[in-house]
């Protein structure tokens, strides 16, 4: 169906690709590759309740979402996902292919409205659903602002919308603009160097299983995975939240949104993350108190939950 560059991707001995899977190379205007993955199922709308783009957070590839990309595939949904420029199997803005850069994220809107609009819009059938993780929920609700048309509603879990100590990092951030380059690593951000996080010291997800997976994904291909965040990229996340937090921004998104709010995350604030959603017209918010910051890795009974929601939501 679309005729672009194959691109690889990993599998392990009990963890495969959902069938009929195809993983391309999408080149951007500036000529950076994009790996994308897409399943499709049905062409047409009375065959399918449409198409699901499922974008991951900040470090994530699309290896880690299979089990989720099968539970929507069981629902009849045809699935894009892609590695957000700069990590996974996408091109790097910088050499050092470890470190987590960007400068500022109109360059993942960019990404995103091209793949929409040349790749999505073209080649499977509407209506469009977005699910967005942690750094994916952020930016799929920060391109409402470009065309809140394209979606018929979105999904998001632990969405980026803040952070714990926030104004000691951005005064940290603002600091570092003077004194470090824009591609060192940022001050206090603790880089793994490549090194793993033992399961009992993650902050991610209560389910040792699949946490063990994602790693053995990594160890297939170690540079899957970076090592740390730049001075650039936290600035630019700096900029953007100042953004979306701004009356004139958040008064004009009226799209449907679901969030998915982990009272435990260690990673985003989840208070931050329930006053932002009074902001926004058209949210509902739905609170858990027993998981981690990754629901779609977690224990089955709270992806069900997840799930639960999702298919009333959907129907």
């Known amino acids: 169906m679309l005729d672009f560059e194959k691109a ?28 994308l993955a897409y399943w499709k199922v049905a062409s047409d709308h009375q065959n399918s309740p449409g198409t699901v783009l499922l974008q991951h957070g900040h470090n994530e590839f699309i290896e880690k979402y299979y089990e989720t990309i099968q539970d929507l595939i069981d629902r009849n949904f045809n699935v894009v996902c892609f590695d957000w420029r700069g990590q996974g199997m996408s091109d790097r803005m910088i050499n050092n292919q470890n470190k987590q850069y960007i400068e500022d994220f109109s360059i993942h809107m960019n990404d995103l409205n091209h793949i929409i609009n040349e790749i999505i819009k073209r080649n499977f059938p509407s209506p469009l659903f977005g699910i967005g993780h942690s750094m994916g929920g952020h930016l799929l609700l920060l391109y409402q602002a470009i065309n ?14 803040g952070f714990k100590y ?28 490549g090194n793993e ?27 899957i995975r970076l090592w740390g965040v730049t001075n650039a990229w936290v600035y630019a996340v700096k900029k953007s939240l100042k953004k979306i937090r701004k009356e004139e921004w958040y008064k004009n998104i009226k799209i449907p949104i679901i969030i998915i709010n982990p009272l435990n995350d260690k990673v985003v604030d989840s208070n931050k993350t329930k006053n932002f959603s009074k902001n926004l017209h058209n949210c509902a918010i739905f609170n858990f108190d027993k998981i981690e910051h990754e629901i779609l890795m977690e224990k089955d009974e709270y992806r069900k939950n997840f799930w639960s929601i999702f298919d009333k939501i959907i129907n």
């Open 197 to 223: 996080t033992p399961f009992a010291e993650n902050d991610l997800t209560n389910d040792y299983n699949r946490y063990v997976r994602t790693q053995k994904l990594v160890r297939k291909r170690p540079d």
């Open 8 to 35: 690889p991707f990993l599998e392990l001995n009990n963890y495969h690709a959902p069938n009929n899977g195809n993983f391309i190379y999408v080149r951007m205007k500036d000529n950076k590759k994009i790996r």
């Open 148 to 161: 809140q048309n394209n979606f018929k509603s979105l999904v998001l879990s632990a969405p980026m919308l």
């Open 166 to 193: 926030e104004k000691f990092l951005f005064l940290i951030s603002f600091l570092s603009n003077f004194f470090l380059n824009k591609d060192a690593y940022f001050p206090f951000s603790r880089p793994n160097m």
